[in-house]
């Protein structure tokens, strides 16, 4: 049973750092996927804000999921490099991160993945994109 699967079958249980920090999976598609997530007071920096690596985390587990839809059985994936843009703050809210897949080939997937406030729609907060190289899995 690969990472996919496992998710759709046991929801957050499947993956640990999603117990951690009370991720939720909303959708899973075609090359997409969105995730939710309460921020908490013990996930702020010491100004105040939720601290920025947090918002690189939630786009890679939904750029991730969004992979996983389009991968072969067997093949897995390994992160080769990630930037996240930080375009604004959260000190409370609901985050939403939407992750696609922007080009898949046989050994290189490109993603991105928009961390939001609010709603899946609302004010954009942060911008990751990340390559990763498709792998096979001996894990499934």
Known sequence: MNYLERIQQMGRDANPFFCLMGIEVESVGKGEAVLRMTV????????????????????????????????????????????????????????????????????VVFAEGDVRSGEPGGPLLSRSTAAFAVRRDNHS
């Open 40 to 107: 908490r007071h013990d996930m702020m920096n010491g100004e105040g804000w939720l601290q920025g690596g947090i918002f690189t985390a939630l786009a890679d587990e939904a750029m991730v999921l969004a992979i996983y839809t389009l991968i072969a059985p067997g093949e897995g994936i390994a992160t080769i490099t990630e930037t996240t843009a930080f375009i604004g703050g959260s000190r409370e809210a609901t985050l939403y991160a939407a992750g696609k897949v922007v080009k898949k080939g046989r050994r």
